[in-house]
């Protein structure tokens, strides 16, 4: 396992990077669990199929997860650390869903080592989740 992504001199302005996963119900149950958010949109679908939705739906925060996910293995990768993320959510993702998260660098900005991306997490051609975020990366120097 690498200790370190890539350093700060070595992004570039349009780099991408993804990551994909099929939702799970036992995700749900257990991000429930860590994350305390038992809204019974997620976890009963008797209640969740008299909803807008029609059924129950994974955490939005458990989608956007998978962003954390391809920053934190993938762009920047191992070392980086948030600083911010924006995040508006589109549509729902459901069990059986596959979310595809990805991560494209959109502007480097030298003087504190930072890195701003667009940040999108789909489920087939529809955009569930679209926003932006920085990161800190580490640099050589």
């Known amino acids: 396992m690498t200790l370190h ?9 349009g780099q991408t990077a993804i990551f994909g996963k099929t939702i ?6 257990l991000f429930a669990g860590i994350s305390g958010d038992t809204n019974p949109v997620h976890l009963n679908e008797e209640y969740a199929s008299q909803t807008m939705f ?14 954390s996910t391809v920053f934190g293995t993938k762009l920047p990768g191992p070392g980086c650390i948030y600083i911010s ?20 660098l959109i502007e480097l ?18 955009i569930v989740i679209d926003g932006d975020a920085t990161l800190m990366v ?3 120097g």
């Open 5 to 13: 992504g890539y350093f700060f001199e070595d992004l570039a302005v």
């Open 24 to 29: 799970t119900e036992a995700d749900i149950v």
């Open 54 to 67: 029609k059924g129950r739906i994974a955490h939005g925060m458990l989608s956007a997860g998978l962003i």
């Open 85 to 104: 993320q924006n995040l508006k959510f589109k549509a729902p993702v459901k069990i059986g869903d596959t979310a595809i998260a990805k991560v494209e």
């Open 109 to 126: 900005l030298p003087e504190k080592k930072r890195a701003s991306f667009k940040t999108t997490v789909s489920v087939g051609s529809t």
């Open 138 to 140: 580490p640099s050589r």
